[in-house]
Structure formats: structure tokens, C-alpha cells
């Protein structure tokens, strides 16, 4: 149990296009997910919160114009990159707490490549 | 404010020698801890957590840490190691049941 499917696993975009990753909970509802940036090499750096049904909470630093989050069910957040540069080029994980077993399951990655 | 030094980028290890990736944590609260494995170009494997109770934690793989609250330690061993566990280690933080930091990542390579 407890799968977070996160979708695509790869995706290359031109310059100035919005590209959207989806995050999923299969089997469990998760009020709360996270949004994380990994560039290579590096550690995972959380961006954002992001809560079932409310404004997400954003990291400093991080543009919530320009990465829009929406949770619009208990089981499916949704993270766009919008107006995409290359500089936003890296790789995107998702994870999803679920409640009382208090777990967080990632998933398994969005690499985005802007050309 | 919580934060999470993993003190090795890199460790060399040959297969079946033992092995300690280490990890100190600074939180000024009570602390839930974890340890996840990430191979290339993929998510975040949990391979343990510590939440409460006993400080020796086993997890899969024949990986175990110990939660050590005076050196606010939690390093992740393992007595003798494959190939297959050549990847990046990460280790996390969380309190209050609420989002989880991360490591710089400890890079493990075994060596045949």
C-alpha cells in the first residue's frame, strides 16, 4: 500500500510553454503533499505545501506565479511550471503524508528538461 | 529552526565491509527522523524512520540506524555491503508532523 504516482516521468518543453506534473495518491488520501526540487548533485529542496483545498504554502524564494500548485482533491495535487525557461530545467519530486501511520511516500520524479 | 548535516559527500566502500553514513540534525523540539535511498533518476525509497521508542532502528535492505538525542546523531549503518547498494542517501528531518528537510545527500559507492 500506500503509491504516489507522479506523472510524467520525463518531459522536454520549449522556452516560454507551462508544463504540468501530476501527483497522485492511489490507495490513501492525502490532505498534505509536498513539491520538491532536486538539481543534479544536489540535495531535494521542498518548494511548496501543498494543502487539500486551500492556497498552497511556498517556500521563500520560491515564485508561487510561476510554480502554481492546486489540490483539488485528496488524492491528486497538481504542480505547472508555467512560462518554462531553461533554468527551470531539474528534477521535480512529489511526496504525500498519510494521516495517523505517519508516513510520507514519494514519487518517483518528473525530470523536466526546457529547451 | 531544523536542519540536517550529512557530514560525508562521498563514501568509498568495498563489498562487504561495513559502512556509516552519518547525520546530525539540529531542531530545538522533538524530531522525527528518516533515511531514504535514491537511485538514479528516481524517487525517494524510505529505508527507515525513527518516530519514538527504541533509539535502534532497523529498516530493509540490512540497513540500521541509532538516534542518539544527547549528539542529536542518527547514522545509518550497514555490517557488510553489495554493489547494489551504490546510490545517494539522504537523510531527513521532520517535526511536529509537519514537512520534512532534507540532507545534502551522501553519495555511496561499493567497489567490487
Known amino acids: 500500500g500506500a503509491v504516489v504516482s507522479q506523472h510524467p516521468s520525463w518531459v522536454i518543453c520549449k522556452s516560454g510553454t507551462s508544463v504540468k506534473i501530476e501527483c497522485r495518491s492511489l490507495?490513501?488520501?492525502?490532505?498534505?503533499m509536498f513539491w520538491y526540487r532536486q538539481f543534479p548533485k544536489q540535495s531535494l529542496m521542498l518548494m511548496a505545501t501543498?494543502?487539500?483545498?486551500?492556497?498552497?504554502?511556498?517556500e521563500q524564494g520560491v515564485e508561487k506565479d510561476k510554480f502554481l500548485i492546486n489540490h483539488a482533491s485528496l488524492t491528486l495535487s497538481t504542480l505547472t511550471v508555467t512560462s518554462a525557461h531553461p533554468e527551470d530545467s531539474s528534477f521535480y519530486i512529489c511526496?504525500?503524508?498519510?494521516?495517523?501511520?505517519?508516513?510520507?511516500?514519494f514519487g518517483s520524479g518528473t525530470r523536466l528538461t526546457v529547451v | 529552526a531544523q536542519s540536517v548535516t550529512q557530514l560525508d559527500s562521498q563514501v568509498p566502500v568495498f563489498e562487504e565491509a561495513p559502512v556509516e553514513l552519518r547525520c546530525n540534525y539540529s531542531?530545538?523540539?522533538?524530531?522525527?527522523l528518516f533515511w531514504y535511498v535514491q537511485y538514479p533518476n528516481q524517487g525517494l525509497q524510505l529505508l527507515l524512520k525513527?518516530?519514538?521508542?527504541?533509539?535502534l532502528v532497523k529498516g530493509i535492505n540490512g540497513f540500521e540506524a541509532e538516534f542518539n538525542k544527547s549528539q542529536t546523531s542518527f547514522h545509518l549503518r550497514k555490517p557488510s555491503v553489495h554493489i547494489s547498494d551504490t546510490a545517494e542517501y539522504f537523510c531527513?528531518?521532520?517535526?511536529?508532523?509537519?514537512?520534512?528537510?532534507f540532507g545534502a545527500g551522501t553519495r555511496l559507492t561499493v567497489k567490487p
Open positions: 531542531s530545538s523540539v522533538s524530531v522525527y
Open positions: 531527513a528531518v521532520s517535526y511536529n508532523n509537519n514537512d520534512m528537510r
Open positions: 490507495d490513501f488520501q492525502a490532505t498534505t
Open positions: 525513527y518516530l519514538s521508542g527504541s533509539t
Open positions: 511526496s504525500a503524508r498519510r494521516d495517523g501511520n505517519y508516513g510520507y511516500t
Open positions: 501543498s494543502n487539500e483545498g486551500s492556497k498552497a504554502t511556498y
